[in-house]
């Protein structure tokens, strides 16, 4: 019986040894998925495409450097967060006159004079062209295309540096040895004592509830004399429109000249709304069902 119980414990001890080394082996012999790295994921993952070069989208006027010590001897930093007030609600069924007028500014009439004020200070030229560059410098205003003037086609700053200076212009760069060494592409500096002249569409419309008589203005557009490459002359033409709306904010932050009364202080903005200047009114939508300016009636009624 003892020999028998042996048989048997002998033979499960057999047994058990055999499954444990078939199951070893299975093991080692599993095929195993290789994981896959980051560091290879990130190999395998297509580089981006080269940037494009940098457009110099900028205008190419005269930069002021700021004074490093306060040039002036009373404070004013409240002066230069001032904002436009509000405009009183009108209402479309109380309007019951309304049309539109183009006037044009010349600075060279006496009363336009602070137009051309060219003192230099902290926040830049103080001519009223400068003013406007800056303020599409910083991209505080869009630029619309002289196509129409309601506003429709806005424009790069590139494409307006290209308006009131030209297309750039590409220079040999000589070497101290008199020899080429390559090329240079810039554009020519503007010359802001040349616009003078400036055109504003405004909307006149009498309020009846209020009875008053309000003007207000809609854009502005610098006008010059162009000449073609041959020096034939084309005629006047607005270069660009700016929103007046959107550059109210900007016309806040400075200061009219005024040679004659230093005490009474305005901000441009100011001078607009309080119509402190002079336009020739150069057309108007009353009796033009052609939609032509006043210079051409005369030409339109001889045909």
């Known amino acids: 019986m003892n020999k028998f119980v042996k048989i048997i414990f002998l033979s499960v001890l057999i047994a058990g040894a055999s499954s444990e080394g078939y199951a070893q082996k299975r093991k080692s012999t599993k095929r195993t998925t290789p994981k896959t790295t980051t560091a ?21 006027i005269p930069k ?8 002036e001897a009373v404070e004013s930093t409240t002066l230069k967060d001032r904002i436009p007030l509000p405009y009183e609600h009108l209402r479309a069924d109380d309007a019951v006159y309304r049309h539109k007028v183009w006037r044009e500014i010349d600075a060279r009439e006496k009363i336009n004079l602070p137009f051309r004020y060219a003192a230099n200070e902290d926040n830049g030229n103080q001519r ?10 910083d991209d505080k205003v869009t630029v619309f295309a002289n196509v129409d003037d309601r506003f429709t086609t806005p424009m790069t700053k590139s494409e307006v540096a290209s308006v009131l200076s030209g297309e750039e212009v590409t220079y040999a760069v000589y070497g101290p040895d008199g020899n080429v060494t390559g090329t240079e592409t810039k554009r020519n500096e503007i010359n802001l004592d040349s616009f003078y002249r400036f055109r504003i569409k405004e909307e006149v419309i009498f309020d009846k509830e209020s009875s008053r008589l309000f003007h207000r203005i809609l854009g502005i557009a610098p006008v010059k004399r162009i000449y073609t490459s041959l020096g034939a002359d084309v005629g006047d033409s607005e270069l660009f429109w700016v929103y ?8 806040a932050k400075y200061d009219v000249y005024n040679a004659k009364n230093f005490g009474g202080r305005m901000s441009w903005e100011e001078l607009f709304e309080s119509r402190m200047f002079h336009g020739r009114i150069i057309k108007t939508t009353m009796d033009n069902p052609y939609d032509l300016p006043i210079s051409a009636y005369q030409s339109y009624a001889n045909k």
Do not use: G, H, W
Not at 45 to 59: F, G, I, M, R, Y
Not at 64 to 71: A, E, F, I, P
Not at 131 to 137: C, E, N, P, R
Not at 244 to 251: K, L
């Open 40 to 60: 290879k994921v990130e190999a395998e993952v297509e580089a981006p495409a080269a940037a494009a070069a940098p457009v110099n989208d900028s205008l190419p």
């Open 64 to 71: 002021v450097k700021k004074s490093l010590r306060r040039d």
């Open 128 to 137: 009223f062209i400068s003013i406007l560059m800056q303020a599409i410098q």
């Open 244 to 251: 007046y709306p959107d550059m109210r904010e900007t016309f």
